[in-house]
């Protein structure tokens, strides 16, 4: 039962760590896309 306990843990750690990557991921993304927009707006 411990040891059930220790992987649901583990799991739900490992979980939550890649949803805030995946967030920060989209973060670095969407303010990459946001540069190129404004730089093509001020090149017209």
Excluded: P
């Excluded at 739900?12 to 093509?40: E, F, R, Y």
Aim: charged share 15%; glycine share 14%; proline share 0%.
């Amino acid at each position: 039962m411990n040891r059930l306990i220790a992987l649901l843990l583990i799991a739900g750690t490992a979980a939550l760590a890649g949803c805030n990557t995946m967030a920060g991921a989209g973060q670095d993304i969407s303010k990459g896309g946001n540069a190129i927009t404004n730089s093509a707006e001020k090149a017209k």
